[in-house]
């Protein structure tokens, strides 16, 4: 991280890994991005669709917040809209993915998956 | 931006995009491969240097920038960016009259192939709103003064149109190469929150 910020967001295109930011802050983000980007590459949704379900994600948030002094979390509106898209067309159903997630809780700290363990902040 | 400790009980992002994915691969409908691939192809090599390639050639070569204007999504295809989220690249080109400026008000839709993914500021509620309603000021307060006299447009970007600026190239530039014109041109350009200088 310091690397690339030590190269410097000042640079006119500088690092294209960075496009100046770091893209993505968590690496759950990164894997929510590239599961909606596959499935549309494989045919499984149109974009159209997934920008339909994300503009539906961030107006659900808007509905009970104020966006300027709550921001909402980008990925965090984007896995939602995946998650009902992917729901949506029965790819997998809520229960299953309620009861895997749940399963994924109760996993043991240092599990072989090197997620974030820090709740350190 | 809020980002507190999730409570042990409460399933954090992280877990519920891992069962997501996993779910998936079981199913056989997405590779973890392939997601390390395209993640990997937009972190590391889809950026705004592609974006930068194509205003620079359109700046010395006429021909490519009338095509340019005509139809973005088959000229930058011809210096091979596509995919995802570029099928609808529109490009407008800056004039001495009038500076153009994108924003996405409902999303955050943006010509991904030549700029890579959206920086923060660019998703932001306040961005989105601010941009529509007092563009001179917001520009100004991103460090973009414009002369009276220019006009300013907003071009709301959208599923279907996938706004890209032209920047105007600038001056004392004539002796410099296609690919030195390049290294001049900064993301924020070609998103029109700034203007390219010498």
């Given at each position: 991280?310091?690397i690339v910020?030590?190269l410097?967001?000042?640079?006119?295109t500088s690092l294209p890994r960075s496009n100046g930011e770091l893209v993505f802050?968590?690496?759950?983000?990164?894997?929510?991005?590239?599961?909606?980007?596959?499935?549309?590459?494989?045919?499984?949704?149109?974009?159209?669709?997934?920008?339909?379900?994300?503009?539906?994600?961030?107006?659900?948030?808007?509905?009970?917040?104020?966006?300027?002094?709550?921001?909402?979390?980008?990925?965090?509106?984007?896995?939602?809209?995946?998650?009902?898209?992917?729901?949506?067309?029965?790819?997998?159903?809520?229960?299953?993915?309620?009861?895997?997630?749940?399963?994924?809780?109760?996993?043991?700290?240092?599990?072989?998956?090197?997620?974030?363990?820090?709740?350190?902040? | 931006?809020?980002?507190?400790?999730?409570?042990?009980?409460?399933?954090?992002?992280?877990?519920?995009?891992?069962?997501?994915?996993?779910?998936?691969?079981?199913?056989?409908?997405?590779?973890?491969?392939?997601?390390?691939?395209?993640i990997s192809r937009y972190v590391n090599d889809v950026g705004p240097m592609?974006?930068?390639?194509?205003?620079?050639?359109?700046?010395?070569?006429?021909?490519?920038?009338?095509?340019?204007?005509?139809?973005?999504?088959?000229?930058?295809?011809?210096?091979?960016?596509?995919?995802?989220?570029?099928?609808?690249?529109?490009?407008?080109?800056?004039?001495?009259?009038?500076?153009?400026?994108?924003?996405?008000?409902?999303?955050?839709?943006?010509?991904?192939?030549?700029?890579g993914l959206?920086?923060?500021?660019?998703?932001?509620?306040?961005?989105?709103?601010?941009?529509?309603?007092?563009?001179?000021?917001?520009?100004?307060?991103?460090?973009?003064?414009?002369?009276?006299?220019?006009?300013?447009?907003?071009?709301?970007?959208?599923?279907?149109?996938?706004?890209?600026?032209?920047?105007?190239?600038?001056?004392?530039?004539?002796?410099?190469?296609?690919?030195?014109?390049?290294?001049?041109?900064?993301?924020?350009?070609?998103?029109?929150?700034?203007?390219?200088?010498?």
């Amino acid at each position: 991280m310091d690397i690339v910020e030590s190269l410097g967001t000042d640079s006119p295109t500088s690092l294209p890994r960075s496009n100046g930011e770091l893209v993505f802050k968590e690496p759950w983000e990164s894997r929510a991005f590239g599961i909606a980007a596959a499935l549309v590459e494989l045919g499984v949704f149109e974009w159209s669709d997934f920008q339909a379900s994300l503009i539906a994600a961030i107006s659900d948030y808007e509905k009970t917040h104020d966006s300027i002094k709550e921001p909402y979390n980008y990925y965090e509106r984007w896995f939602a809209a995946l998650e009902s898209l992917v729901i949506g067309k029965s790819l997998v159903s809520k229960q299953e993915l309620d009861s895997l997630t749940t399963d994924f809780c109760k996993r043991p700290h240092g599990h072989d998956h090197d997620h974030d363990h820090g709740h350190s902040h | 931006m809020t980002d507190h400790p999730h409570p042990d009980d409460y399933p954090s992002p992280q877990l519920r995009v891992e069962a997501l994915e996993a779910l998936l691969v079981e199913r056989e409908l997405v590779k973890t491969e392939m997601l390390d691939g395209f993640i990997s192809r937009y972190v590391n090599d889809v950026g705004p240097m592609n974006g930068a390639k194509v205003v620079a050639k359109a700046w010395v070569d006429p021909e490519f920038r009338k095509r340019l204007l005509e139809n973005g999504v088959e000229a930058c295809k011809e210096l091979g960016f596509g995919g995802p989220q570029g099928e609808h690249i529109v490009v407008v080109e800056n004039t001495p009259e009038q500076h153009n400026v994108v924003v996405c008000t409902l999303c955050s839709c943006y010509p991904w192939p030549l700029l890579g993914l959206p920086p923060d500021w660019y998703k932001d509620p306040a961005y989105r709103a601010r941009i529509v309603r007092e563009p001179r000021k917001l520009l100004g307060e991103m460090g973009l003064d414009l002369p009276e006299k220019t006009k300013i447009r907003v071009w709301d970007s959208s599923a279907e149109n996938r706004y890209f600026i032209l920047p105007s190239r600038p001056e004392n530039t004539d002796g410099l190469s296609e690919e030195e014109l390049a290294l001049l041109v900064s993301r924020d350009a070609m998103v029109g929150v700034a203007v390219v200088k010498a």
